[in-house]
């Protein structure tokens, strides 16, 4: 059998083992998933630990996405450009690092809208956004204006990566003031999750007609900016399809076999349900 897992701090709660033990049984792999909880002062011994014992591969969440690079033999230059890495690869003893979350992100997005001369806004600067604008600015070429509570960390992040060509930093009250203009509205703070259910990151009046609204967030499964944009029409995608397709990459870079992304999804909804 071959052993994967996920690092993380908290991580009882992680739905990967669920997908990815059910994926591997799907296609007929011989392996198994496990949680791994791991503290920070604790993850460079967990990463001898996992070449020590030859597992095969293993994601990284929170807090451990930037502190693993250093710790790894290679990392792809895509996660090495957004800072982060949630997948790893044991290819002969060698860790690789890899980033899914903005190709995972963007795949699922990618099921509800064609990305080809849309306006993206992106709401939020931090760590998801990161993954995100990247894939979406770089590798698909959107153009994609950026509102963040706090405007310099969205400035920053269009002149980490030279795109003012094809990206904007504005404040969040102008992206409420200017929604209309949007026609994809990506949402990528930790406004509207759970506990804090009824918070919204920007007042909505009026949308673009046919606007597609995503949310990175899955608890609550549809947040409160979700249930706002469909009431006035939009189409909207919750956080579940980006975690399914991060993990389908995932699953894929270790096995070569791409899983059922509509059987994950729908494994995550009957959990968090
Ligand atoms: P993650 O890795 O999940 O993206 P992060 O890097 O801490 O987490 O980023 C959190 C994002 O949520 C940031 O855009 C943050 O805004 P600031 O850069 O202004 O801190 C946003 N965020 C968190 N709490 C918020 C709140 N109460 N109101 C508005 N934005 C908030």
């Known amino acids: 059998k071959s052993l994967y897992g996920v690092i993380g701090s908290p991580i009882a709660h992680s739905m990967s083992p669920l997908i990815h033990n059910d994926a591997f049984l799907q ?3 011989d392996a198994y ?7 920070p002062e604790e993850l460079e011994t967990a990463v001898a630990g996992m070449r020590a014992l030859g597992v ?8 451990h996405k930037e502190a693993i690079i250093p710790l790894l033999d290679r990392v792809e230059d895509a996660a090495l450009q957004i800072g982060a890495v949630n997948t790893v690869v ?3 003893g060698e860790l690789i690092g890899y980033n899914t979350d903005g190709r995972g992100f963007v795949e699922a997005l990618k099921e509800v809208v064609k990305l080809k001369d849309k306006h993206v806004l992106i709401i ?3 760590g998801a956004a990161r993954a995100i604008f990247y894939t979406l600015a770089l590798e698909e070429g959107v153009q994609i204006d950026i ?3 706090t405007v310099s960390k969205a400035e920053d992040l269009i002149k980490e990566f030279s795109l003012e060509r094809i990206a904007r930093s504005i404040t969040v009250d102008q992206a409420a003031r200017e929604i209309q203009r949007y026609d994809v509205v990506v949402q990528t703070t930790s406004v509207g999750m759970h506990p804090k259910i009824n918070d919204i990151p920007l007042p909505l009046k009026s949308i673009k007609h046919h606007a597609v609204f995503s949310d990175i967030i899955y608890n609550p499964i549809e947040t409160k900016l979700l249930q706002e944009a469909k009431s006035i029409g ?4 919750n956080g579940i399809h980006m975690f399914a397709y991060q993990a389908a990459l995932a699953f894929e870079i270790w096995t070569g076999k791409f899983p059922d992304t509509v059987r994950m999804k729908k494994l995550v909804e009957e959990h968090l349900g």
Do not use: E, L, S
């Open 27 to 29: 296609k007929g792999v």
């Open 33 to 39: 998933y496990h949680a791994f909880h791991v503290d």
């Open 56 to 63: 095969n591969g293993f994601n990284v969440t929170i807090p």
């Open 90 to 92: 044991n290819r002969n």
């Open 124 to 126: 939020g600067a931090g």
């Open 147 to 149: 509102c963040n509570r």
């Open 234 to 237: 939009a189409i909207t995608q």
